[in-house]
């Protein structure tokens, strides 16, 4: 079993995808006490997200 995103090491070893075991997604997660003391930290994280998220649609 392997988690495949573009499927670039699959075929680099010449394998194949089978069966797909279940779709996943990966989430951020920061309650609202960190966020007010670690913003200075975890709003450029945020941001850059955005960004990229933005570029691939």
Same mark, same amino acid.
């Given at each position: 079993m392997d988690?495949?995103?573009t499927g +670039?090491?699959?075929r680099q070893n010449?394998?194949?995808e089978?069966?797909?075991?279940m779709e996943v997604?990966?989430?951020l997660v920061a309650?609202?006490?960190s966020m007010k003391i670690k913003a200075d930290r975890l709003?450029?994280?945020? +941001?850059?997200?955005?960004?990229?998220?933005a570029a691939e649609s």
């Open positions: 988690l495949v995103s +670039e090491t699959l010449n394998l194949i089978v069966q797909t075991v997604t990966a989430r309650n609202r006490a709003v450029p994280i945020i +941001e850059a997200i955005r960004v990229q998220l």
